[in-house]
């Protein structure tokens, strides 16, 4: 027999804690997500263990001239920062998820694919994880020559040249780190199936809560500055209140549906009326991701060829835009605000297409009123989701561009220390992730209990 929680919970308690308590009250969902504080732990403890051959004292500094590396480290949880088996996270998963995802429209085999249904879907997941491993080489690979020419990696190889006299010791690190991100995304996977929420994002968001007490304890209690993370607190919550606003809003677009009933040797025609919701940021955080992983490869490239001091044309072109595609140029800021309001638009249609929704109601018996089924009623949905897609957009890009703004406004210190914006290049990103992800989380665990007849989190 199934309990059924009241409004107010057991004893007066608020139904947010009464339907954590529930959660825990049910056997497999308590597992679900004893299972998903498991993984968290696991992945935790391999951001710590490191690969040989490496000088980590030497990486705060890094990490101070080179801020484009955060980009990184954020979706590694620490792990880049510690140069650890998961040094590359699920980046290269999601760079290999976002490579598809563009070529699906464009390759027709793939288009095919995308639309055989649950099938499908299985074979789109294979080819991305096939393409995440030499994508995760080639990363390692990058890396490592970064940390070469900074001087940080140390393999004992006075050839100045990364492949030497340590090619097995190089090699062994590139293949152990690839190894850590194909081991990530089969945790991942694993807490998709057995636990709760998407798996991927978990573990981002696991990484990115994990880097929260470094970040205030660097940039705020050992500078004393109390006022300073006081402000943060505040600008944090109205940050979060906005994401939540624009990640639930949604443009409700009425839909009836006609079918007939054969009963008592008469064939009757019922109506239902419901509506078909879409999302102001459909996209997600998608055009975060690409817009800065687009322009981190600028200045990575340039840093390698930089040198102010040379009278060379390639080392000058290069110190040029080294310095323009550093996040502390305001050049870099506009470019970002509007990569992502192009890459808002560019994914959402994309994916837009892909459901092919007009098909799919008239399909179903379904018609929007006062338009015909079939192309104008794609053609109306197209309309309507370009329209709303501008509030999603620049509500992304203004996500994007606040460190900077924040910089502005309250001094190279106000995101924390060691160069502002540039020490938190991501800070906005990062809530606009952990939001994501907690309220898809509490929208799973939701459904779950609803389906027991328990109270949900959310109202």
């Known amino acids: 027999m199934r309990n059924t929680a009241s409004t107010t919970g057991d004893s007066g308690r608020p139904a947010l804690v009464q339907a954590v308590i529930d959660a825990f009250r049910i056997p497999d969902l308590r597992s679900r997500i004893l299972f998903t504080l498991a993984i968290l732990v696991l992945f935790r403890f391999l951001a710590h263990v490191p690969v040989p051959g ?6 705060g500094t890094l990490f101070q001239q080179n801020p484009i590396l955060g980009f990184l480290d954020l979706f590694s949880g620490g792990g880049l920062r510690n140069f650890s088996i998961v040094a590359l996270g699920v980046f290269p998963y999601i760079t290999a998820s976002i490579v598809i995802q563009l070529m699906i429209p464009v390759i027709p085999r793939l288009q095919a694919i995308s639309r055989e249904g649950e099938t499908g879907r299985q074979r789109i997941s294979q080819i991305t994880h096939w393409l995440t491993l030499p994508i995760a080489i080639l990363q390692g690979y990058g890396q490592l020559l970064l940390l070469q020419r900074t001087g940080v990696l140390d393999l004992g190889d006075g050839t100045g040249s990364l492949f030497g006299s340590n090619t097995v010791v190089v090699l062994s690190i590139i293949i152990s780190i690839a190894a850590g ?6 945790l991942g996977e694993l807490v998709t199936e057995k636990g709760i929420g998407n798996g991927i994002s978990i573990i981002i968001f696991g990484g990115i809560v994990a880097s929260l007490p470094t970040i205030i304890g660097q940039g705020y209690l050992q500078r004393d500055d109390m006022g300073g993370l006081l402000l943060i607190g505040v600008i944090a919550l109205l940050l979060i209140y906005l994401i939540v606003l624009f990640n639930e809003a949604q443009r409700r677009i009425p839909v009836q549906y006609g079918k007939s009933v054969f009963r008592g040797g008469k064939m009757y025609r019922q109506t239902g009326s419901t509506f078909l919701p879409l999302r102001i ?21 340039a840093s390698y060829l930089a040198d102010p001091t040379s009278s060379s044309f390639i080392p000058r072109a290069a110190t040029f835009m080294f310095n323009v595609f550093n996040p502390g140029s305001p050049v870099y800021w506009i470019l970002v605000f509007a ?13 837009f297409q892909q459901q092919n929704l007009g098909d799919n109601l008239q399909k179903n018996g379904g018609f ?18 370009l329209r709303i897609t501008w509030g999603g957009a620049i509500f992304l890009g ?3 561009v606040v460190p900077f703004v924040a910089t502005l406004f309250m001094g190279d210190g106000a995101m924390g220390s060691s160069g502002g914006a540039t020490s938190t290049l991501l800070s906005s990103t990062s809530l606009l992730i952990m939001v994501g992800v907690a309220l898809d989380t509490m929208r799973q665990l939701e459904s779950q209990l609803l389906m027991r007849q328990y109270e949900g989190f959310m109202k």
């Open 281 to 301: 940021n459909s996209a997600g955080m998608i055009p975060l991701i690409f817009a800065f992983s687009i322009l981190v490869l600028p200045s990575t490239v």
């Open 368 to 385: 929007i009123p006062g338009i015909r089924p079939g192309k104008s009623t794609q053609d109306y949905l197209n309309r309507v989701i």
């Open 54 to 59: 490496v000088d980590r004292s030497l990486f």
């Open 339 to 351: 990569l992502v309001v192009a890459f808002a638009f560019f994914y959402t249609m994309i994916t």
């Open 398 to 400: 203004f996500i994007a």
């Open 181 to 186: 991100t194909m081991f990530l995304v089969w």
